[in-house]
């Protein structure tokens, strides 16, 4: 099987399909495919036609892996989302996967990434989603606070 960077030598890049997943336990799984009009299938999952630029990762050497996702159209469905992502389960990631596919229809991506959402912008036209490595809620902190261990924190 060809590698991702052959296969992007031999075909325009507009044939590639990119697939963004948003979940977390607050608000349930979003599927959201880029550059489609209707609702397309991958691996069996349906996803939700939207507009969004992926930015990807600098290849600098820098340590911090941090990816940009701008969506143009939705900022008041996210603003909805990120509504119910309140009190004890802030205490749980909103994790974020990235897939490259050939077409629609496949059962396995070309190439998948699997992050963690860092920041979250809004303004009123757009909404950029900073994504990295690294999970947001352990940096820089040496102690995990869980409700288990902590039982005040369910009162937050």
Do not use: C
Request: hydrophobic share 35%; no cysteine.
């Amino acid at each position: 099987m060809p590698t991702l960077r052959e296969w992007k030598e031999r075909r325009p890049a507009s044939d590639l399909k990119q697939t963004v997943t948003f979940s977390h336990s607050a608000f349930g799984t979003d599927r959201l495919v880029n550059n489609l009009f209707q609702p397309a299938n991958f691996a069996g999952s349906q996803y939700q036609p939207t507009r969004f630029d992926f930015s990807e990762p600098a290849q600098d050497g820098t340590t911090t892996l941090n990816a940009s996702i701008t969506f143009a159209a939705l900022s008041q469905d996210i603003k909805q989302r990120l509504k119910l992502w309140r009190g004890p389960a802030r205490m749980e990631p909103i994790t974020f996967r990235y897939d490259i596919w050939e077409k629609i229809g496949d059962t396995a991506p070309l190439k998948s990434y699997s992050m963690y959402v860092r920041d979250v912008a809004s303004a009123a036209e757009n909404v950029s989603v900073t994504v990295g490595m690294t999970n947001p809620l352990t940096v820089a902190t040496n102690i995990i606070y869980t409700v288990d261990l902590y039982p005040g924190l369910s009162n937050l």
